[in-house]
């Protein structure tokens, strides 16, 4: 059964840090190029950032310098780092694989606000 687990949001004021953590079940993941996604309310869901096997990072401009994505194979587990968090920031986040989405699972909410 495949799961996809994100978890480490929360309310976080500007300039604050998170780590979201996503923890796979029945994915083929030391095998796969994952990523993180977001959805602002009453938008489309867009990649964030994407690691491939061998650790080869991408992301989006609006993240790039602030989010860092990274992955234990041993684990199973995908993180994103998040730094100087600004409010456009706020919306649920995902995880999944970047070739061959799989179901998602349901976010992780993260709200940047004073």
């Known amino acids: 059964q495949v799961q996809l687990v994100e978890s480490g949001g929360g309310l976080v004021q500007p300039g604050g840090s998170l780590r979201l953590s996503c923890i796979t079940s029945?994915?083929?993941?030391?095998?796969?190029?994952m990523g993180w996604y977001r959805q602002d309310p009453g938008k489309q869901r867009k990649s964030v950032a994407t690691?491939?096997?061998?650790?080869?990072?991408t992301y989006a401009d609006s993240v790039k310098g602030r989010f860092t994505i990274s992955r234990d194979n041993t684990k199973n587990t995908l993180y994103l780092q998040m730094n100087s968090l600004k409010p456009e920031d706020t919306a649920v986040y995902y995880c999944?694989?970047?070739?061959?989405?799989?179901?998602w699972g349901q976010g992780t909410q993260v709200t940047v606000s004073s």
């Open positions: 690691i491939t096997v061998s650790g080869m990072t």
């Open positions: 999944n694989k970047v070739y061959y989405l799989l179901d």
């Open positions: 029945g994915v083929r993941f030391s095998t796969s190029t």
